[in-house]
């Protein structure tokens, strides 16, 4: 036996709020999405530290969320993009060990090395 709930002023609120209000609030209480600045690489040396502080990056990420694809194929395409295509598919290979079922994982995988011609 439940108690249905009563309603016990059924006049209509003074101030009537739309959902386009809702939503216009609640996308100003949202953070503002920064944009990395652009970082201006005069030589080599500063070339390998940047180099290696996004990997820094990307492993932390992947070490945090490991089950999540989209880390391994942007961490992939980021060493794709450095033409280094030896540890972009060692990435994909470590991914693959984690979840080898992935489809959009083969799928990206396949694709790397098609658009770089490692095809047989």
Known sequence: MSRQGQVKNRAPAPIQISAE???REAAERQEQHRAEPITKIHDAEEYQSFLR???KR???NI??????MGNWVKY?????????YERA???FE???EVDHRSSELWLRYA????????VN
């Open 63 to 68: 070490r945090y969320r490991r089950e999540h």
């Open 21 to 23: 209000q809702i939503l």
């Open 53 to 55: 502080d996004r990997r």
């Open 94 to 96: 470590r991914a693959l």
């Open 76 to 84: 992939a395409r980021f060493e794709e993009d450095n033409k280094e």
């Open 89 to 91: 598919r060692s990435v």
């Open 58 to 60: 990307f492993e932390d």
């Open 111 to 118: 694709e790397f090395e098609m658009r770089n011609e490692f």
